[in-house]
């Protein structure tokens, strides 16, 4: 019984977050979160974003914290990984002043990530090519409608380019 308690994380809001089985043999979860379900937490201690991580990116999904795009990978899988979130105060608003070489933590029910910064970028939403989804290297990219101090919709992106740095 204590090992079942063990496997169960509970969040900052004493949510119950589902445990994720991940297999260190093939890099891949063995099985993957329900869309719209939070699975961990991404950490960025040098602007003191702490938020929830979301498998999904529907606009219900993104009031909570932050998305992940269901075509990229997840977390240790060792490709792609694209997180969105709000570029309110409350979510990513301070993006934009992330340095390189910043870390992202990324806490998940199965396992901790480190990434580290190496890129920055303002890309238009209509260059889908500027997330590329490949397989070769774990490279976390997460981004926020640009620029953040202005009211409507917003076609520029800031993009924060990091790759895995605990390996």
């Known amino acids: 019984a204590i090992n079942i308690v063990n496997m169960i994380s509970i969040d900052a809001d004493n949510k119950i977050i589902k445990p994720i089985e991940f297999s260190e043999e093939k890099q891949k979860l063995v099985e993957y979160p329900e869309y719209g379900t939070r699975y961990g ?3 960025i201690d040098s602007i003191g974003i702490n938020l929830p991580l979301y498998y999904g990116d529907m ?10 795009s269901s075509g990229a990978y997840f977390p240790g899988e060792g490709g792609s990984i694209i997180c969105m979130g ?4 409350t979510f990513l608003y301070d993006l934009p ?13 199965y396992g901790d990530f480190k ?5 920055t970028k303002v890309v238009s ?43």
């Open 41 to 43: 937490n991404i950490k």
């Open 59 to 68: 606009p219900s999904t993104l009031q909570n914290g932050i998305g992940q």
């Open 86 to 89: 709000h570029n309110t105060k």
């Open 97 to 109: 002043t992330i340095a390189n070489d910043a870390i992202i933590e990324v806490n998940t029910s």
């Open 115 to 119: 990434y580290q910064v190496y890129q």
């Open 125 to 167: 939403m209509y260059n889908p090519e500027e997330l590329p989804i490949q397989k070769d290297e774990e490279i976390l990219m997460l981004y926020t409608c640009y620029p953040v101090n202005t009211l409507g919709h917003k076609t520029d992106r800031f993009v924060v380019y990091a790759k895995r740095a605990d390996m």
